[in-house]
C-alpha cells in the first residue's frame, strides 16, 4: 500500500470555557483566541519580516506567579541560559518556555491591526532560532462571535 498519511491537525477547541480559556485583551476588547483562530482560518496567510514585529517583545503581555513579564525577558534569559538550565533556574517561567520550545511556525500569528493578538510564543522561538521571515494573518477586523461577554 501506497498510501499518503495525512499529518494530525492542531486540536483546538472551539472557544474558551471556563478552566480552558486562551483570550487577549485589546484596545477595550477582549477577544476569544480560540473562537478567533476556527474563525479566521479562511485568511491566506503571507510573509513577514521578524524584525517588524520586535517592538511587541517588549510588552508585558505575559505573566508568571511574580506578575507581568515580557516575551524579550524571557527570550533573553533563554538566548544566555539555554531551555534545560532556564527551567531550573527560573521555574516560574517554565510555562512560557514550554510554549516557546513546543511553538509551531506552520501556525499564522494572527495580528488585528498590526498588533499580535496570537502567537507571541512563536515570535519569541523565531527570534531565539534567528528566523528573518514568519507566516501571519493580519486582520483588519475582529469577527463580533470572537469577542466574549464581559463579566459584570
Known sequence: MNEKIKPLQRIL????????THSAEHQGMSIDVYRLIHLTEHVPPEEAAVSDLLPQMGDFCWTDEHGKITPEFVVHILREEGFER????????????????????????ILYKGSIIDGMHRLAKAVIENQTMIKIKNLEEIPKEALMQKES
Open 13 to 20: 477547541p472551539a472557544h474558551s470555557v471556563p478552566g480552558d
Open 86 to 109: 532556564s527551567m531550573s533556574r527560573y521555574p516560574s517561567l517554565n510555562h512560557h518556555i514550554r510554549q516557546i520550545e513546543k511553538a509551531d511556525y506552520s501556525y499564522p500569528i
